[in-house]
């Protein structure tokens, strides 16, 4: 398949990567319909966030569900979803209260000095990086979604992708900001 395809600050391409696959049961693969490039992307791209090995981007990205892993329920083949950015695991303490962006198990990497997780790390992010979970992002033509059953969300078919796609991060992100700014009173 086609991807984008970050290798280093400065150096993005447009790469033929292998096809993601079903990993763990809980997984899907979709086939992306849509996606956005978004200022965090730029961040990796000019070494201000740390990559040190070649890795998909993209973070805001949507489509239709071609695979299906054994034990996910909420998603069928054919289903047109939208995906949140941050790979939320559900079952954890964080998730359990409405904090998923701190989701405890879906961010399994370990980069602390002593090989531990750094503190409030977070959950991992699709295509932002290792320190992030190392994810491939959905600027490909297929993203395997894991933890399936949790984030993605199936779009009604009266709406488009260009009135949907944005629920993957710039809406929530500008809606965080503006709450942040009405409770210090600016606007």
């Known amino acids: 398949m086609k991807a984008v395809v970050f290798h280093k600050p400065g150096d993005i391409r447009y790469d033929t990567v ?5 990993e763990l049961a809980t997984d899907v693969i979709l086939k992306v319909t849509s996606t956005a490039i978004c200022g965090s992307d730029l961040h990796i791209l000019s070494g201000g966030v740390p990559q040190t090995e070649p890795m998909i981007m993209g973070h805001e990205f949507m489509g239709i569900v071609e695979e299906v892993g054994s034990e996910v329920k909420n998603l ?4 047109r979803v ?8 559900g079952q954890c303490f964080f998730c359990q209260h409405q904090a998923s962006p701190s989701c405890e198990n879906s961010n399994y990497k370990h980069y602390g ?11 991992a992010l699709f295509g932002y990086t290792d320190l992030y979970g190392g994810y491939s992002g959905g600027q490909a033509e297929y993203v395997r979604v894991p933890y399936a059953d949790i984030s993605p969300r199936v779009v009604p078919e009266n709406m488009s992708d260009e009135q949907v796609l944005f629920l993957t991060d710039i809406f929530p992100t500008g809606g965080l900001r503006l709450i942040g700014l009405s409770l210090k009173g600016e606007k």
Not at 18 to 22: C, N, S, T
């Open 18 to 22: 292998e096809d993601p696959r079903i």
């Open 76 to 79: 069928k083949k054919g289903d």
């Open 82 to 89: 939208v995906v949140p950015f941050p790979i939320s695991c």
């Open 113 to 123: 000095p002593n090989g531990d997780m750094m503190d409030q790390k977070g959950a």
